[in-house]
């Protein structure tokens, strides 16, 4: 999906150089989703309720405590005040808080993750 980030004009000399990077991490506020009274601290890992409920802080579940999303996108282009980004699971309107670089130094490997994690990623069609 492609999307625009409109940054307000009187930021825009802090975009200045951003376009020799290929990618960013695109911090935001994800204003619509619902919060209630209730908090729900565990949750199925992507809604599926075959997995085992885990803590919603060890899922990217949209429904959190704080609603701050991060996405890392691909820079496809930039005009002044604009990016256009590939990547940015955000709806229209959403408010960015930050955008930061992403460079080499943020590439790990040998990462661990849970048991759950190599169930889901075996039914997704790449």
């Known amino acids: 999906m492609v999307s625009k980030v409109i940054i307000h004009p009187k930021y825009a000399k802090a ?8 990618h960013l991490f695109v911090i935001f506020y994800m204003h ?6 209730t908090r729900v601290f565990k949750v199925h890992p992507r ?3 075959d997995l085992e409920k885990v803590g919603v802080f060890a ?3 949209r429904n959190r405590p704080n609603p701050i999303g991060l996405a890392v996108v691909e820079i ?3 005009r002044g ?5 590939r990547g940015l699971d955000a709806l229209d ?3 960015v808080l930050d955008i930061k670089p992403y460079d080499p130094i ?10 759950w994690w190599h169930k889901l990623r075996s039914t997704i069609k790449s």
């Open 15 to 22: 975009l200045d150089g951003i376009e020799s990077y290929s």
């Open 32 to 37: 619509k989703v619902l919060l209630s009274e």
């Open 47 to 49: 809604g599926r309720t």
């Open 59 to 61: 899922t990217r579940n």
């Open 76 to 78: 496809l282009e930039r």
């Open 81 to 85: 005040n604009s990016l256009k980004v």
């Open 93 to 95: 309107g959403t408010p």
């Open 106 to 115: 943020d590439v790990k490997t040998n990462i661990r993750v849970p048991k």
